[in-house]
């Protein structure tokens, strides 16, 4: 089974995918190998405050059931000391916001998993370690 981290520029575009937002289909094509079982999504600690924040102010209308259903899920969370301890180092080394590299700690805690990431500046900095890849070069096939 895939196992991904989705960061929240990903878990955006599967609320708000008539937004007009890049890439909406594959991030909605993803969230439906979630939903139907083909991969497992584990999330940072901080992934639904981080969600509820920008879908606030995007969609206020919606934010409250939107973030209702996402916790619904139960999606699994996990927060390690050494999730942390890696978060921080990413933080450091990277010169990029810590909410961010925790979304990157998570996968690369776990063998097989992959952050899914939107967001092409983090994206650049990032890559040279691995498990991670851009929401334009998933390949969804593998789901």
């Known amino acids: 089974m895939t196992v991904v981290v989705a960061d929240s520029s990903v878990v955006i575009k599967w609320l708000l995918p008539q937004r007009g937002e890049e890439q909406a289909a594959r991030a ?3 969230w439906e190998g979630f939903r139907n079982g083909r991969l497992q999504l584990i999330q940072p600690p901080h992934w639904l405050a ?4 920008v879908v606030a102010r995007l969609s206020p209308a919606t934010a409250a059931e939107d ?6 899920l139960g ?3 996990t ?3 050494e999730v942390y301890t890696t978060a921080c180092e990413l933080s450091i080394s990277l010169n990029h916001h810590l909410f961010d590299t ?7 805690s776990l063998a097989d998993a992959t952050l899914v990431t939107a967001d092409d500046r ?7 370690r691995g498990q991670i890849t851009r929401l334009a070069d998933f390949d969804a096939a593998t789901m």
């Open 75 to 77: 999606i699994i969370v």
């Open 67 to 72: 973030i209702r259903d996402l916790h619904e």
């Open 122 to 128: 983090y994206y650049r900095k990032a890559h040279a």
């Open 79 to 81: 927060q390690s000391s």
């Open 102 to 108: 925790l979304y990157y700690a998570v996968a690369l």
């Open 50 to 53: 981080e969600v509820a924040a």
């Open 28 to 30: 909605v094509h993803l």
